[in-house]
């Protein structure tokens, strides 16, 4: 399932389905695209803030659902991640977003609801920035085009001079699914938990030491999802080193032994994550991954 595209003139409805944010960063977030013209809905719960979360469990799932029925809203963009989005998810209604497809963007905490959204609702989301994110052109472009642009199928490439890396000779397709390592983990065992089974998998994290990707990796392992996963992408690992390994792996040596030693067509360095630019991807879509160039090719139309 897929949403109506985004047009100039546009409504983007804003939610803080997370953690809170500080009010001169919306306010020039609303700003950056008003000038961009776009109009611009705040969810009622936008400014709360309750210690790590943006307002109550409920206030910020209802923040989420109205954006859903609201008819003038065109495009859903998360203010930012942080924490709490797991929290919000016995209070959502599924049917009423599968009735009420949107274009529905964000990434780190996010992730939960975009693979979420995809399982249960069968739509395609889109993990990429937030309203407190720095849209360079490269990130600006391959959001907007992506959500203004129904073409039947295109390639998503790193930018010049960024190489992405591949250990394969080989291409293979299916569903795009994943997000943040951290938060793909904490849904295993749940009724949210991510299926893995012949999608391609990406993976990107931040801030986290090599020993605590490695725990992650093998949490994915363990629990078969890796195994079951017809290939990988890595994005970006961003603040993921340590000043001295006297004591620790490198993370190179963790997604070698942890990673590349499944021996899947996987692409890693990909440009998307936490750091810039930040390329766009539609969670759920089925996809390429071409590994001997090292991009990912959408094979069909992610809004109409």
């Given amino acids: ?24 960063v919306i306010e020039n977030g609303i700003k950056f695209l008003k000038n961009k013209g776009f109009n611009v809905k705040k969810g009622e719960n936008i400014y709360k803030t309750y210690g790590y979360l943006a307002g109550s469990d409920k206030e910020r ?16 963009l998360c203010v930012r991640g942080g924490y709490g989005c797991m929290r919000t998810l016995p209070y959502i209604n599924f049917n009423i977003i599968k ?11 996010i992730t939960t609801y ?17 309203l407190n994110s720095t849209l360079d052109e490269i990130t600006f472009k391959s959001l907007f085009n992506t959500a203004m642009n129904p073409i039947t199928n295109y390639t998503i490439s790193n930018p010049s001079g960024i190489n992405a890396k591949c250990n394969f000779s080989k291409s293979v397709e299916g569903i795009l699914v994943g997000g943040n390592l ?8 749940t009724d949210y938990e ?15 030491d090599p020993y605590s990707i490695d725990r992650m990796l093998t949490q994915l392992i363990l629990s078969n999802k890796l195994d079951q996963c017809t290939g990988i992408v890595l994005g970006q690992f961003t603040d993921c080193t340590l000043p001295h390994y006297e004591r620790s792996l490198t993370l190179n040596q963790v997604i070698d032994d942890r990673i590349l030693a499944l021996n899947k067509p996987t692409i890693s360095n990909f440009m998307s994550g936490h750091d810039y630019p930040k390329l766009t991807l539609p969670i759920g ?7 001997p160039i090292g991009s990912i090719e959408v094979l069909e139309p992610v809004i109409y």
């Fill in 285 to 291: 879509a089925r996809v390429r991954l071409n590994a």
């Fill in 99 to 109: 009735d009420n497809p949107k274009i529905f963007v964000g990434f780190s905490d």
């Fill in 114 to 130: 975009l693979n979420v959204f995809y399982e249960k609702c069968s739509l395609i989301t889109f993990h990429g920035p937030m």
């Fill in 61 to 76: 799932s209802e923040d989420l659902i109205n954006m859903f029925t609201d008819k003038s809203i065109k495009m859903i």
């Fill in 1 to 24: 399932m897929i949403a109506k595209k985004l047009n100039i003139g546009d409504t983007i409805g804003l939610i803080s389905p997370a953690s809170p944010e500080n009010i001169d």
């Fill in 182 to 189: 951290s938060l793909i983990c904490s849904t295993l065992g």
């Fill in 194 to 208: 991510i299926n893995t089974r012949a999608k391609i998998l990406f993976i990107e994290e931040v801030g986290e």
